[in-house]
Nanobody, 123 residues
Framework: VQLQAFGGGLVQAGGSLRLSCAAS????????MGWFRQAPGKEREFVAA????????YYADSVKGRFTISRDNAKNTAYLRMSSLKPEDTAVYYC?????????????????WGQGTQVTVSS
């Protein structure tokens, strides 16, 4: 499956952005979807994940209460709504997919990755 993430940009602290991840898969609902991010000089880290039909979600502690992951299987698209953004949220954000059912937070469990979209939060 091919993934394309978009929707990043420059936003002031406290602002919001919505990232989208469009998938090429005909059976998008087969895949658990996740979002990861990588800040300059740091390792890539887990942000959020969602089960195949959206019934279960999982978040990193650093974004819990501020970010919301969702999906629309009819549109083959996953989303990451980011609110109350902080400068430390600045990173390249990647979407990823894997088969299975339960949301995953471990990077190597994901088989397919998008190209990333830059999010920059100014103070």
């Amino acid at each position: 499956v091919q993934l394309q993430a978009f929707g990043g940009g420059l936003v002031q602290a406290g602002g919001s952005l919505r990232l989208s991840c469009a998938a090429s898969a005909r059976t998008f609902s087969r895949y658990v979807m996740g979002w990861f991010r990588q800040a300059p000089g740091k390792e890539r880290e887990f942000v959020a994940a969602i089960s195949r039909y959206g019934g279960r979600t999982y978040y990193a502690d650093s974004v819990k209460g501020r970010f919301t992951i969702s999906r629309d299987n009819a549109k083959n698209t996953a989303y990451l709504r980011m609110s109350s953004l902080k400068p430390e949220d600045t990173a390249v954000y990647y979407c990823a997919a894997t088969t299975g059912d339960s949301p995953r937070y471990i990077e190597y469990e994901y088989d397919y990755w998008g190209q990333g979209t830059q999010v920059t939060v100014s103070s």
